[in-house]
């Protein structure tokens, strides 16, 4: 019985290609006790693969964590199966504003300790006892009180292209990273201030309000569904639209365009861009922001040395590369120091945490 992919993503996206037809892309999550992941996992994998599903999803006993595309014309075949999963029933399932049929191209079903890394250990709090959930128009709403604190629960690189209004945008590569900083910050504000989170679709939101309630804050609140259904409300409802730019996503698309801002600049130049790219060179693959300009000036590298490494021979990339394993700048999302703007901006960063003090 098949439980892996027989296809390479080039093969995979010509078989889309070919096909012609519309993906839908999807995300959902769901906390519940699942007790045999192994077994739910091979469920999950051999009842989706046969749907053409396609994505990357998490399974822990804690629950599960799914971002993926499906046809569209199988999406009732989908949900029908997601309902015949007791905890699964009628599971709110964020489909994207901007589809692209080459989201995903392989299924990766994996078990994991957690379907989100958060560092916490969850037998220390009361997972359940979670913040208020608000919609669309009760976030809007509170976001305008000066009563309340707004907090992007995501990483830097996320908020950087696209954030509500007046939030709080942690400089922080990882969601683990933020949730003492934000307590710390905070901490004056436990009692007299409405905390008011959000993320992309809420689930990093959904463990964050039970952890800030344990620690004391006494009004939580949460965006419910995130960004991806914040937008969809606003749209059907006529409401005000407070995102500003584009909402980072974790698949080829990379974002999707919420507002007409433009909010982050090119990392190299400095002038106004919010879209992201990875070097050109394989051994680098970083992650950053690059303008067209620079674009075409580097090659779509993040330095001169890669673009000179770039340019040699494949084979001759592939000798240099090995042995040398993967670099650890493909994880600094647009950190690393031969960025000339972000290390700019870092030095402002720190002179002004200096001038505080």
């Not at 009842?47 to 971002?67: C, F, M, S």
């Not at 007299?192 to 006494?218: N, P, Q, W």
């Not at 700019?344 to 720190?350: A, G, K, P, Q, V």
Request: glycine share 4%; aromatic share 8%.
């Amino acid at each position: 019985m098949q439980l892996y992919n027989n296809l390479s993503a080039k093969e995979r996206a010509e078989l889309i290609e070919q096909a012609g037809k519309e993906r839908l892309t999807i995300s959902f999550y769901k906390y519940a006790k699942i007790n045999n992941t192994e077994i739910f996992r091979n469920h999950l994998f051999i009842a989706w693969d046969a749907l053409d599903v396609l994505g990357r999803i998490y399974v822990a006993t804690e629950g599960i964590n799914a971002q993926l595309s499906v046809p569209a014309e199988n999406f009732n075949a989908f949900k029908a199966h997601l309902d015949t999963i007791s905890f699964l029933e009628n599971v709110r399932l964020n489909i994207a504003i901007e589809h692209d049929n080459f989201a995903f191209l392989k299924l990766k079903v994996k078990v994991r300790k957690k379907i989100v890394a958060d560092g916490l250990n969850d037998q220390s709090f009361d997972v359940t006892n979670k913040g208020v959930h608000v919609n669309a128009e009760k976030f809007n709403e509170l976001i305008e009180d000066p009563n309340t604190v707004l907090v992007d629960m995501r990483n830097h690189y996320e908020s950087e292209i696209g954030h509500f209004k007046n939030a709080i945008t942690p400089d922080v590569d990882t969601f683990r990273e933020s949730l003492d900083l934000i307590e710390e910050d905070l901490r004056a504000h436990k009692e007299d201030k409405k905390l008011v989170m959000y993320c992309t679709g809420g689930i990093r939101c959904e463990k964050a309000s039970a952890y800030y309630k344990h620690k004391g804050f006494k009004n939580v609140f949460q965006l419910e569904g995130g960004i991806i259904n914040y937008v969809r409300q606003i749209e059907a409802q006529g409401l005000e639209n407070k995102f500003l730019g584009k909402n980072f996503v974790f698949d080829q698309r990379r974002s999707e365009r919420i507002s007409d801002d433009v909010i982050a600049h090119c990392h190299q130049c400095g002038e106004p861009a919010d879209l992201h790219t990875n070097c050109a060179n394989e051994a680098c693959h970083l992650l950053f922001i690059q303008c067209d300009s620079c674009k075409e000036k580097m090659e779509n590298c993040c330095s001169t040395n890669c673009m000179e490494i770039n340019r040699l021979p494949h084979e001759e990339q592939k000798a240099l590369r090995k042995g040398q394993g993967n670099s650890n700048d493909i994880f600094k999302k647009g950190r690393a120091d031969h960025l000339p703007y972000k290390k700019d901006l870092r030095n402002i960063f720190e002179t002004l945490k200096t001038d505080k003090v």
